[in-house]
């Protein structure tokens, strides 16, 4: 099938996005203007020809549009499906089923196997009427190649994880059940606390996975009430001290005049347990922890806030790689880890209103600040 080969010469020098032979097209809403769109539009008329043809399109085409422009729609266009059969051929948009209103979005190639997602919309005057015209969309994949082979690496990152404590359970509980009365007190004690240890990795990795969920869709939630954010930091460095470390490996700066903050304080437990388990665990030297009174500066206006300064004085972060420190699967060193709590710490603190910077500390290794606005409800804010 060759879409609209009745159409007469002349219209190859239509003016760009404009109808031609009185058909009375708008492309352009009001305020609109097609090369504005983000996604490539493509306007068939009546005739199958080309009318529409913004800059979007000829990006991902690469096909001008002043070569497009009055041409017919299959020779614009010359999709193919994955299995090499021409899609307008398979659609047939003109002369198939009067109940047809378009076509849902799928992966079709155009010539040299560039990939791209295309979907129609069959316009008529009435619903079994004749096609009025027809609009395509086009999309690059590469957005969606990204998206998929991130949700790839994060499945092989889960299964990697999980693999190991899983199979310490299993090969625990195995044994305890197969040979209970073979083991002491003391043996049982301790493989039932590695079993319990492998059971609380596994939990926080999928609550993890839950909170990139929320963080990806939208739908992270934040429960505000009072935080006190230095009693916070305390509490998390006596759990330093308790596992092991030297209560002199850590400097605690409180300023005065903090004002009072309204956060998760489930999620700032979070963040400042992330912040502090990399300053402890990749980090060298003194951890010092800074809380401050700052400002924050939001939809052009300025409140006050709240801002936590977590640094060590190990080898830092490679000024290369700065800008990936907040990303899925950022690893500071090979030393373990999913490389997933950094990307969660800065979902959290956006999620508070919140900025989160990362740089280099006065001792030469890494420095995460974030600030948090006071976030108070509206009922005891100032008029």
């Not at 316009?123 to 009025?132: A, L, Q, S, W, Y």
């Not at 044994?175 to 301790?190: G, I, M, P, S, V």
């Not at 000024?319 to 950022?330: A, L, N």
């Amino acid at each position: 099938m060759t879409v609209g080969t009745d159409r007469p010469t002349h219209t190859t020098h239509t003016p760009r996005n404009a109808a031609a032979d009185g058909d009375p097209l708008d492309v352009r809403p009001a305020g609109i203007d097609p090369d504005d769109l983000p996604d490539g539009l493509v306007v068939a008329d009546a005739t199958g020809h080309v009318v529409c043809f913004n800059a979007a399109a000829a990006r991902i085409t690469a096909l001008p549009a002043d070569q497009a422009l009055g041409r017919a729609l299959d020779q614009v266009l010359p999709l193919e499906d994955l299995k090499g059969r021409r899609w307008w051929a398979l659609t047939d948009p003109y002369g198939g089923l009067a109940t047809r209103t378009g076509q849902p979005e799928r992966n079709l190639l155009l010539p040299g196997g560039r990939e791209v997602l295309v979907s129609a919309r069959y316009v008529r005057e009435h619903p079994t009427g004749p096609v009025r015209r027809v609009v395509v969309s086009l999309r690059g994949t590469e957005a969606r190649r990204r998206n998929e082979r991130s949700h790839a690496e994060l499945i092989a990152t889960v299964a990697h994880e999980l693999r190991s404590p899983l199979t310490s359970v299993k090969g625990f509980t195995a044994t305890l059940l197969a040979k209970w009365e073979r083991f002491t007190d003391d043996q049982k004690r301790l493989m039932l606390e590695t079993v319990d240890a492998d059971a609380n990795r596994v939990t926080r990795l999928i609550a993890e996975l839950l909170d990139i969920s929320r963080i990806d869709s939208g739908r992270l939630e934040v429960r505000r009430q009072p935080v006190d954010i230095a009693a916070a930091v305390g509490r998390h460095i006596q759990a330093h001290t308790t596992g092991g470390q030297s209560p002199d490996r850590f400097f605690v700066r409180v300023r005065p005049g903090l004002p009072d903050l309204w956060a998760d304080p489930d999620k700032i437990d979070q963040i400042l347990g992330n912040l502090l388990e990399n300053a402890v665990r990749h980090g060298e030297g003194t951890v010092t922890i800074d809380v401050a009174p700052a400002h924050v500066s939001s939809a052009g206006r300025t409140e006050k806030g709240t801002a936590v300064t977590v640094s060590d004085e190990g080898p830092g972060i490679p000024e290369e790689s700065m800008g990936r420190v907040f990303t899925r699967f950022w690893r500071g060193s090979k030393r373990g880890g999913t490389g997933l709590g950094l990307y969660i710490v800065k979902g959290i603190v956006e999620a508070h209103g919140g900025t989160i910077t990362v740089g280099r500390g006065p001792g030469g290794g890494a420095e995460f600040r974030f600030i948090l606005p006071v976030g108070a409800p509206a009922y005891l804010q100032q008029p």
